[in-house]
């Protein structure tokens, strides 16, 4: 039972830590701010809100997505998902464009 209050300490702090890590990568928008178009802007994979209330371009097929504070590179488009190499992986739904490049299959009509 002695090192029940350790561990709690431990626990808090890592907590506080992650906290203050999340809350500093930031800062929230206000007004018309919020509205502003990503400095991207068009988006050719739409767009998003992220955890600061801005408006972001959604990543496409091989960009580099994720981060080690709440997904600071961004999240990706329908259809990829985030590897844990931080690229967005598979193909987009817009346009089928995929990542890794896939062969192009000739299909035969009959």
Same mark, same amino acid.
């Given at each position: 039972?002695?090192?029940?209050?350790?561990? &709690? &300490?431990?626990v #808090?702090?890592?907590?506080?830590?992650d906290?203050?890590?999340?809350?500093? #990568?930031?800062?929230?928008?206000?007004?018309?701010?919020? $509205? #502003?178009?990503?400095?991207?802007?068009?988006?050719?994979? +739409? %767009?998003?809100?992220?955890?600061?209330?801005?408006?972001?371009? &959604?990543?496409?097929?091989?960009?580099?997505?994720?981060?080690?504070?709440? $997904?600071?590179?961004?999240?990706? #488009?329908?259809?990829?998902?985030?590897?844990? %190499?931080?690229?967005?992986? +598979?193909?987009?739904?817009?346009? &089928? %464009?995929?990542?890794?490049?896939?062969? $192009?299959?000739?299909? $035969?009509?009959?």
């Open positions: 039972m002695r090192f029940f209050p350790s561990i &709690l &300490l431990i #808090a702090i890592f907590i506080l830590s906290y203050v890590r999340w809350s500093t #990568a930031c800062t929230w928008c206000q007004g018309e701010e919020c $509205n #502003a178009p990503p400095p991207q802007y068009p988006c050719p994979y +739409g %767009e998003y809100t992220n955890r600061c209330r801005r408006r972001e371009c &959604l990543k496409g097929p091989g960009e580099k997505c994720g981060g080690p504070i709440r $997904n600071s590179f961004g999240d990706c #488009a329908t259809g990829l998902f985030c590897s844990s %190499e931080g690229r967005c992986y +598979g193909c987009f739904l817009g346009n &089928l %464009e995929c990542y890794p490049p896939q062969p $192009n299959k000739n299909v $035969n009509q009959y």
